[in-house]
T-cell receptor, first 114, second 112 residues
């Protein structure tokens, strides 16, 4: 069973600090990795994708991937109250049929305290 | 911008009814997906399709079927709705395998 594990939280971070969200995955053959943000009652929206080892930065967000350790993380710098949401880690699950469905973790609930 | 549209946002159906959830994407994406999301269980893949008339089972296909007659449209069918199918259903699409998946706004289904 392919799995994606996240700490459910809640993770409470003061405004202006760095929020660090972590994710591990079990399928060593995974190729694509994604972070989605989901506000309560809304659908997930993409924050970042990462495909190769190392860091990828986009504004206040940095995704980090370590395939050897099967570990993905998301750093949010200068956290804002609007960053309060559930963050979903997702991993590509390739199927031989030519398509794929992402396997999602259950999400980490992040609270930014003003 | 990618647009994935789920026509029914909120539905209340009775046990045993046949339910259709419709989804349309406007970006000529090859792949389309149906997920359901439940508290404590996260997002789970029901079915996906990588081409017209093609479909693949996901992790929880029991009680569901799908139809993809046109590239832009992917329908989820509950042949005989049951109360344990009360959930939020999310349609999604991607250009091809490994690419970003984009979600619709979700359909909240209550089966009574």
């Amino acid at each position: 069973q392919k799995e994606v594990e996240q700490n459910s939280g809640p993770l409470s971070v003061p405004e202006g600090a760095i929020a660090s969200l972590n994710c591990t995955y079990s399928d060593r053959g995974s190729q694509s990795f994604f972070w989605y943000r989901q506000y309560s009652g809304k659908s997930p929206e993409l924050i970042m994708s990462i495909y190769s080892n190392g860091d990828k930065e986009d504004g206040r967000f940095t995704a980090q991937l370590n395939k050897a350790s099967q570990y993905v993380s998301l750093l949010i710098r200068d956290s804002q109250p609007s960053d309060s949401a559930t963050y979903l880690c997702a991993v590509n699950k390739y199927s031989g049929g030519g398509a794929d469905g992402l396997t999602f973790g259950k999400g980490t609930h992040l609270i930014i305290q003003p | 911008d990618v647009k994935v549209t789920q026509s029914s946002r909120y539905l209340v159906k009775r046990t045993g009814e046949k339910v259709f959830l419709e989804c349309v994407q406007d970006m000529d994406h090859e792949n389309m997906f149906w997920y359901r999301q439940d508290p404590g269980l996260g997002l789970r893949l029901i079915y996906f399709s990588y081409d017209v008339k093609m479909k693949e089972k996901g992790d929880i296909p029991e009680g569901y079927s799908v139809s993809r007659e046109k590239k832009e449209r992917f329908s989820l069918i509950l042949e005989s709705a049951s109360t344990n199918q009360t959930s939020m259903y999310l349609c999604a699409s991607s250009f091809r395998a490994g690419n970003t998946i984009y979600f619709g706004e979700g359909s909240w289904l209550t089966v009574v």
